[in-house]
Every structure is written in C-alpha cells, then in structure tokens.
C-alpha cells in the first residue's frame, strides 16, 4: 500500500479513483439493463480498441508527471462537455451532409475514448455519449446503457494495470467504491425519469462546472 500524507498527489488520486469506479460502472449497467436491447450488440464489435484503449491511456497516465497532468485534466473535461453541448447539431449536420461513421471510424473513435478513459477517468461518459450520437441510434438514455458497460471495462481493465503498478490508495478506494455502487444504480434509474434533452443539457453544464474547477485549481 502507497505510504502517502493527506495530500494525494494527482496522478495516484486518479489512478486511485479509477479503481473504485468501475464497481459503479456495473450498478449503473445493471440499472440501465431494460435499455440494453438497442444498443447492446455495439458492446462485442467495440470491445478490442475499448481494451487496448485503456491499456495505452493507463500506461500514459503512469508516464506523466503531476504538475504536467493536473495542466492537462481540465481542457480534457472541457472538450468533452462541448461535445456532448453541440451533439444534436454535429449529428444534423452529418446526416445533412450524407456522411456516415463508417464501422471503421467508429472503432477507431472507441479506440481514442478508451485511451482518454484510461488515462483520465473524469468526463468519460461526456465524451462517450458524444461520440456515441455519431455512431448508434438511441436517445441519450439508451446511449447511456451501452456507456456504462464500455466504462466498466475501461475502468477494470486501466484499474488492474494501476493496482499493479502501485499506484492505488486502497483504504480511499474503498470509500469512493461503496458511494459509486450506490449513485451508479441510483442515477440510472433516476435519470430515466428525466427528458432525454434535459439530461444531456445538464450533464454538459456539469462537465463545464467540472472543467472550470480544474483551470481553478491549475492556476491556483
């Protein structure tokens, strides 16, 4: 077990909130589990790149030094909050225009998502279900089922390579995997009762919040 104070350095606090994440990945996949019919079958094609991912964004979290990642964190969580503010329009645009995400592009849109989820889980799901209105039909909450399997296996397949690595407060884990379990089943079937616009609405501003927190803390 790390041997850390009360101040988590930044790369373990992430490598450390990996860990207790994909736990409430898995309640709030089994919540969503009435969606599934949909979208579920996207799950098995986009499995490898979501593996190989998270792999490559884990290796490069381990590489990356504290003061370099807590400059990174927030423009990561703001890209992915614009994403999902301008997806209805990305999406028009893209039918207007006839153009199609090839099964292809899809994967390789996978492949990057994963690598961003390894590497920084915050903001995972934003960018997912953006990327995701590209690529499947559904609205937000059955793009929300697939979203939470995909982020389960980023999470436990990034969370093995950090518990290996050394890099994992387990007694702060624990705590973060008991309130995941318990909001990750409980958001499912709360944001159920929401219209799917609204919801998108407020997970981006959410996503802002969460940038604006982080270009706070960077300069502070």
Known sequence: MLNVGYAIPSVIANATNSVSLWPGSL??????????????????????????????????????????????VPWLILLAAVLLIFQPKIKALAEKGGHVVSPTAGLVVQF???VYGGYFGAG?????LGAFAL?????????NAVKN?????INFVASIYFIYGGLV?????????????IGGFAA??????IASEKLRFAIAVYGIAMAAFFFYRAMA
Do not use: C
């Not at 995972?124 to 997912?128: D, L, Q």
């Open 27 to 72: 309640s709030g996949g089994i919540g969503y589990w009435n969606l599934i019919k949909k979208t579920g079958h996207h799950f098995k094609t986009l499995l490898v790149p979501t593996i190989s991912g998270s792999l490559l964004g884990a290796y490069l979290l381990v590489k990356t030094s504290h003061a370099v990642f807590s400059q990174i």
């Open 149 to 153: 399997w995909l982020s389960l296996l």
């Open 188 to 193: 499912a079937k709360l944001s159920q009762r």
């Open 169 to 181: 407060v387990f007694h702060v884990a624990l705590a973060l995997t008991i309130g995941s379990i």
């Open 135 to 143: 690529m499947m039909e559904g609205d937000i909450h059955e793009l």
């Open 124 to 128: 995972m799901g934003i960018m997912m």
């Open 112 to 114: 990057l998502v994963a």
